[in-house]
């Protein structure tokens, strides 16, 4: 505030207190003229007096309104950031052709912004804005970015649709649509930095976990943490002033705690520290762990932001896109179960270690429920082990009851089954659903 303003906003009100106050006391026959008849005024000096009380409360009500303002002049949002603050790189993302680039350009700037944030806002030292930022880089970048990418996609589509032809995203549309993917893409890291810590994994996108790192390890999940948190400051500093604002975080909250959800039913399918009981290993609590640790984020939460963000209302229209994700999503996850047995490492970016993990996979429940007495005991005396030769033998009996052709028969089945529920779609448009399709069918990663 500057000393002008102070003086205003102190004085001002003073001055207003005064000024009735001696009107009254000197000139009491101005408040009888006004209450009678405002043009009867009997006296020049009434006149003045009333005029320069009419200046006064004029001056106050504008310092008043001023201090909702900034000290700059520039309006203040809901969250105390200044809309001048968020600056978007409308020149960067207006000289890229594709969608994917357009989108990574925003990383770097929401970055700065949350490094920022933590320095101005909670007093952090450039040691720990290091480290954040060395955190960021590493976990938040690198992946497919198939999830944030998609919500630029979803947004252009309902758009079109609204508009009934084809359109195009303006800069600003791509840079707020890309605030939205790019929190998408936070989750993620999120839940993969916690992930990889409980599933003592070694890699991730073809370079160690995080938590393997020397320098880092358990200071991992508190790195995770972090990682979530900077959702919502994204969220609030980009759209705090929207009146879909609330819906939107809440979108956040329910699809992270359905994921956490998800995580405890496969983290909890198999009794800690005791004997493995592949009895657990069932195809109801199958579909569900993928349901609540896959479906909702992957698919389900792209979708609902661009629906939200793209004012669609109608509580028939998210139902029935909830059903259809999560239709892709037991799709998606047991494509995920296939390529981490049979994906090369190379091209998935990790080192698959479900079998040795112990993990609730397609693959298992289905070889339960195809093989014989003698094959059960081979996947009881070698499933869940961290042992090379034991995972061997396990695969070597996947590959007698033909799991591999399973999977295949089962991919065809789901696309087509996919494919019916798209033609029952009325609320949305299906194109929504099918860009989603087009990425994961028959996919090699």
Not at 62 to 79: A, E, M, P, Q, V
Not at 222 to 237: A, V, W
Not at 288 to 296: H, S
Not at 397 to 425: C, D, G, H, T, W
Request: glycine fraction near 6%.
């Amino acid at each position: 505030m500057s000393p002008l303003s102070k003086i205003y906003t102190f004085s001002l009100p003073l001055l207003l207190s005064f000024s009735f106050y001696n009107l009254s006391v000197h000139s009491p026959s101005i408040f009888a003229s006004l209450t009678k008849d405002p043009l009867s005024l009997q006296h020049d000096s009434d006149f003045v007096g009333v005029s320069f009380l009419f200046l006064v409360v004029g001056m106050t009500l504008g310092s008043l309104l001023s201090n909702k303002k900034g000290d700059d002049g520039k309006s203040k949002s809901r969250s105390g950031l200044k809309k001048s603050s968020v600056v978007y790189p409308l020149d960067k993302i207006e000289a890229c052709s594709s969608d994917k680039d357009k989108f990574v350009v925003m990383f770097e700037t929401l970055k700065q912004q949350m490094l920022s944030h933590m320095s101005t806002s909670h007093e952090m030292p450039p040691e720990a804005c290091r480290w954040v930022g060395d955190m960021i880089q590493y976990n938040v970048i690198g992946g497919k970015l198939n999830r944030g990418i998609t919500v630029l996609a979803v947004q252009r589509t309902l758009k079109s649709a609204k508009m009934k032809k084809s359109c195009k995203l303006t800069s600003l549309e791509v840079a707020r649509a890309s605030v939205l993917g790019w929190s998408i893409e936070w989750l993620q890291a999120f839940f993969l930095v916690a992930d990889d810590v409980m599933d003592d994994s070694q890699t991730r996108r073809g370079q160690p976990c995080w938590y393997k790192r020397p320098e880092v390890g358990m200071i991992a999940i508190n790195d995770s943490f972090l990682l979530e948190s900077f959702i919502y400051t994204m969220l609030k500093m980009h759209f705090g002033e929207e009146e879909y604002y609330s819906r939107l975080r809440d979108l956040f909250l329910e699809v992270t705690q359905q994921t956490e959800f998800g995580q405890l039913l496969d983290l909890t399918s198999q009794p800690q520290g005791g004997p493995i009981d592949l009895n657990r290993f069932t195809e109801t609590r199958y579909k569900q762990i993928v349901k609540y640790k896959t479906a909702f984020y992957t698919f389900y939460l792209p979708i609902a932001i661009g629906m939200i963000t793209s004012g669609v209302t109608e509580e028939r229209a998210y139902t029935q896109a909830k059903k259809i994700c999560c239709i892709m999503g037991e799709y998606f996850q047991i494509q995920d179960d296939y390529l981490d047995c049979y994906g090369k490492p190379e091209d998935i970016g990790k080192i698959g270690t479900d079998i040795q993990d112990n993990k609730c996979s397609w693959l298992v429940v289905q070889a339960l429920k195809n093989c014989s007495v003698k094959q059960r005991k081979v996947l009881e005396q070698n499933y869940g082990v961290w042992d090379d030769k034991k995972v061997k033998k396990v695969k070597q009996l996947y590959e007698e009851l033909q799991i591999e052709r399973m999977f295949k028969a089962y991919e065809e089945e789901s696309y087509k089954e996919i494919q019916k529920q798209l033609e029952s779609v009325r609320e949305l448009p299906k194109e929504v659903f099918e860009l989603l399709l087009k990425k994961i069918y028959k996919r090699s990663k």
